[in-house]
């Protein structure tokens, strides 16, 4: 299984920015994909996830109508577009994946492998 996350750079304050989340190694379609993000000295936080072929969507109130995730089945792809980004969406972007459905709490607790990350720095 290998998650590989892409996307990430420096960014001015009220920029975009598309993650990749790429799967391989499971059946794609059976499987909910979440993002989480890392700040320095800060643990890590689950900002938005998808279900699996449900499709539902949850998102933290941080980036609540700033980013959109979305999933490209055919491409085993997840991204997470990033829109009017702030100094505080600044960290080390990761994504994960878990069975099925995922829940609104999105805590590192309800999933299972992680990918390497990709670094988001949003400069003010």
């Known amino acids: 299984l290998q998650l590989q996350a892409s996307g990430g750079g420096l960014v001015q304050r009220g920029g975009s920015l598309r993650l990749s989340c790429e799967v391989s190694?499971?059946?794609?379609?059976?499987?909910?994909i979440g993002w989480f993000r890392q700040a320095p000295g800060k643990e890590r936080e689950g900002i938005s996830c998808?279900?699996?072929?449900?499709?539902?969507?949850y998102y933290a109130n941080s980036v609540k109508d700033r980013f959109t995730i979305s999933r490209d089945n055919a491409k085993k792809t997840v991204y997470l577009q990033m829109n009017d980004l702030k100094s505080e969406d600044t960290g080390v972007y990761y994504c994960?994946?878990?069975?099925?459905?995922?829940?609104?709490?999105?805590?590192?607790?309800?999933?299972?492998?992680w990918g390497q990350g990709t670094q988001v720095t949003v400069s003010s």
């Open positions: 994960t994946v878990r069975r099925f459905i995922c829940l609104p709490t999105i805590k590192t607790s309800e999933y299972n492998y």
């Open positions: 190694g499971l059946i794609f379609e059976d499987h909910a």
């Open positions: 998808v279900s699996s072929s449900v499709g539902s969507t």
